[in-house]
């Protein structure tokens, strides 16, 4: 949840056409100063464009918004408080990572060289690699620690951990837990449910341009979709596709297989009446909450 701080970002009714195709259409946001909040859709969803004109670096076709209460017009001013990792990271590359980290600290005012190689050895980053010689994912690297070093009051991240192995994904949630806990807001796009429910306080679902849903993790969670398996002593009752919150009953043998939106209670107490033996529930993710609210439709490719 936000701190109560007022918000990082606002924007109201932003929308963003390219020629006909849709980039974003009609979006309402509020990002709290101090939270976690992920962006998540399917590809084409609109996150990119969301970030990209948040930043300035693209003009909207109509609304408006505020970032750390400039308007989108300041955009040089927005980007230099503002720690951003694009999705489609482009580097000098015959510079060492050493090289380029402390050119681009240069452009924002200055290098805190120590902090450099902190977080280098955090990542297992070699910074005295030409960045054409790293692997993908060590690029990548350098995109983090570009993002973090200037210690931002905004960290706009955009698939973040794209290439980056576990242990390294590991670190780069500790880095942002701890930009929150010194009063950083961070923005965070992604595919990676998993990486998102863990960081985010809340979590904006985008489908085709359009914001479908703001809700906490836990709220999502609540209202997601999950499975209970219900074993009996013979064949399962019919009763059970009536209980409350059940959408869907699927029996095999002596088991029966239900889809759940909230508690479970009601169905249990309904199958303890026909010779219940045994339950098993699958706490629901993200993704559960994802396709619930997407209808489960196929094109999502998350
Ligand atoms: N430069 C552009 N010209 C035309 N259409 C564009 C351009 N950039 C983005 N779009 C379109 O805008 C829509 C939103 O794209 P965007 O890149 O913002 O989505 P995304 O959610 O970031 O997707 P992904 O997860 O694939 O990166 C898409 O339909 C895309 O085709």
């Known amino acids: 949840m936000g701190t109560g701080r007022g918000p990082a970002v606002r924007t109201s009714a932003l929308s963003k056409f390219y020629g006909r195709h849709v980039g974003v259409v009609h979006l309402d946001l509020e990002v709290d100063e101090g939270e976690v909040y992920?962006?998540?859709?399917?590809?084409g969803a609109g996150k990119t464009t969301t970030i990209r004109t948040l930043l300035g670096l693209i003009r909207p076709t109509s609304g408006s918004a505020e970032v750390l209460g400039l308007p989108l017009s300041r955009g040089v001013e927005i980007r230099r408080s503002t720690g951003y990792l694009p999705g489609d990271l482009a580097l000098y590359d015959r510079m060492t990572a050493a090289a380029l980290l402390e050119h681009l600290a240069r452009l924002r005012g200055g290098l805190d060289r120590g902090r450099m190689r902190a977080l280098a050895e955090r990542l297992d980053l070699d910074l005295d690699r030409r960045v054409r010689e790293?692997?993908?994912?060590n690029r990548q690297k350098v995109g983090v620690v570009q993002a973090f070093l200037h210690?931002?009051?905004?960290l706009v991240l955009d698939e973040p951990t794209s290439g980056l192995d576990p242990l390294v994904q590991q670190e780069f949630q500790a880095l942002v837990r701890e930009s929150?806990?010194?009063g950083a807001t961070v923005l965070l796009s992604s595919h990676v449910l998993a990486e998102v429910q863990h960081?985010?306080?809340r979590v904006a679902i985008m489908d085709r341009g359009r914001l479908v849903v703001?809700?906490?993790v836990d709220g999502l969670r609540e209202k997601a979709t999950k499975q209970v398996e219900l074993d009996f002593a013979c064949d399962p009752p019919p009763a059970l596709s009536s209980a409350p919150g059940v959408r869907e009953v699927r029996v095999h043998g002596r088991?029966?297989?239900c889809t759940v939106v909230g508690p479970v209670g009601g169905?249990?107490?309904?199958?303890?009446a026909y010779g219940l033996v045994d339950v098993h529930t699958h706490d629901p993710d993200l993704e559960d909450a994802f396709f619930g609210y997407l209808g489960g439709a196929d094109h999502v490719d998350a």
């Open 38 to 43: 992920g962006l998540l859709g399917p590809n």
């Open 134 to 137: 790293l692997s993908r994912g």
């Open 151 to 154: 210690r931002p009051r905004l």
């Open 180 to 182: 929150q806990d010194q």
């Open 199 to 201: 960081l985010a306080d």
């Open 214 to 216: 703001v809700d906490t």
């Open 255 to 257: 088991t029966a297989v």
């Open 267 to 272: 169905l249990v107490s309904a199958a303890s």
